[in-house]
């Protein structure tokens, strides 16, 4: 059974940085692209990053670039969200995704409705 589990969410004051981590099962990473999303309140959820160990490839969207960077420990089996300098509009439920066969070898892109499994997720809230 696939399971993926978002971990790390929590309150931080703006500027400050938060490791959020997916940690997953049943599925290796050689076959499967691993996705980062955010939902805001009264958002539509979108797509934040994601990592393609076989392509090579890693994506941060435009409004976290330079903030976010994604990572992955093939060992642990497990991505992670490395959040800096966090702001307000940053507040959401993050929650990672997984993308089957086929997408590992190329290019990645976080796209809500290509996702083949999805983890809960854990809120991060960025307020002073």
């Known amino acids: 059974e696939v399971q993926l589990q978002a971990s790390g969410g929590g309150l931080v004051q703006p500027g400050g940085s938060l490791r959020l981590s997916c940690a997953a099962s049943?599925?290796?990473?050689?076959?499967?692209?691993i996705n980062w999303f955010r939902q805001a309140p009264g958002k539509e959820r979108e797509g934040v990053s994601c990592?393609?160990?076989?392509?090579?490839?890693?994506f941060t969207v435009n409004s976290v670039k330079g903030r976010f960077t994604i990572s992955s420990d093939n060992a642990k089996n497990t991505v992670y969200l490395q959040m800096n300098n966090l702001k307000p509009e940053d507040t959401a439920v993050y929650y990672c995704?997984?993308?089957?066969?086929?997408?590992?070898?190329?290019?990645?892109?976080?796209?809500?409705?290509?996702?083949?499994?999805w983890g809960k997720g854990t809120l991060v809230t960025v307020s002073s």
């Open positions: 995704a997984a993308e089957g066969v086929g997408a590992s070898t190329r290019e990645c892109f976080p796209y809500y409705y290509g996702m083949d499994y």
């Open positions: 049943g599925l290796t990473f050689d076959d499967h692209v």
């Open positions: 990592i393609s160990r076989r392509a090579d490839s890693a």
